[in-house]
């Protein structure tokens, strides 16, 4: 790795552990995480994930204890709507704190008879209307950032490497009548979610007279539209980057799968992501490599207008050529998470790695 690099981003991502420690006496925080039993509100959740998706108490505790131990007042919603009536009633403005902010940790689950796209877009929108500050992205890139097809559009037109995309809608087929052309290999994935949901062995095909029947199949299966993507052989590199006036991208780390370690031709799904140890991470060797990532990183984040922290996942081909292939707008924050194994690179443990993310957003709106 690059030493000057990284000793330059440690000392920022310190600095943002520290605005935390400053504002905590000062500040409210609020969580707003879905919770596993709201599943029995829509059938399609069940489809999604939803449930095993949901962060752990565990987890919650964790991120809670992180800030309380600050001296701040922390507060923990099971979902928009409890919020959203805690800020109507001004219930949350009676806090007697002079810093309210919250945490978007609410998810997408975009399927037939679920949640509607957009979704992780009301937080954001709702807390500027009430003056309280969003950690997170704006309410446009949870938007388009939750979108697979348009955000890759949009960072091939800024000149980013991505893969040859296409897009396919159950009610109207092909996106502009575009469909991929025979003979090369491409992966479907949804085109919404995130955690690979949909994505299985046999997701990944080369395209013939079938692909617009295995296109449709997908969407019906997922109950949404499917992105597909020309599929690139190799390995799967995630790189988080926190914005904090400047943009912070902190060491690459390498995804390995349990079921085939290594294996260019393996993909992740949703079963790696739920498994006990499926993915593991693993900090990338070549330096020319990290610093190409990096900066393809924080110009993919730039491009998206992203905020708070994110990620862009990249696969790097065997040629060393890396491309874009998916973002993250809220990555995950646990222990085991790619954002986490990236920042404990630098030395950080998990509540100061829980600080500097809400740091970062604090930070970046003047607090």
Known sequence: MADGRDDTTRQSIERL??????????????????RADRVDERP????????QRCVSDEQLRQTVEAFRSLGAYVELFAGERPFIEALASGRLHAIDRRIRAVYNGIEGSIAHDAFRPGRKALLPAVADSYGVRCINSSAYACALGRHKFHYLTVLRHLGLPVPDTWHFRPETGWAGGL??????????KSTYESWSVGVTDDSVFIVDDTCTQRAADIAHEIGQAVTVQEFIAGSEVCVPVLDAGERLATPPVEAVLAKAPRDPEAVMTIDDNLADGGVTYVSVEDQALAERLRSLAVRAF???????????????????NPYVFDIGVSPGLSTGSSAFASFEELGFDHPDFLRAVVGGGLLERGG
């Not at 605005?19 to 925080?29: H, K, M, N």
């Not at 399609?44 to 449930?51: I, N, P, Q, T």
């Open 17 to 34: 552990v520290g605005v935390s420690r400053r504002a905590g006496p000062e500040l409210a925080l609020f969580l707003v995480y879905d």
């Open 44 to 51: 399609g959740l069940r489809r999604a994930y939803f449930a």
């Open 179 to 188: 469909e991929p052309p025979h003979g090369i290999k491409v992966i479907a």
């Open 302 to 320: 730039e491009g998206l207008e992203l905020g708070g922290l994110g990620r862009v996942d990249f696969r790097v081909g065997a040629e060393g």
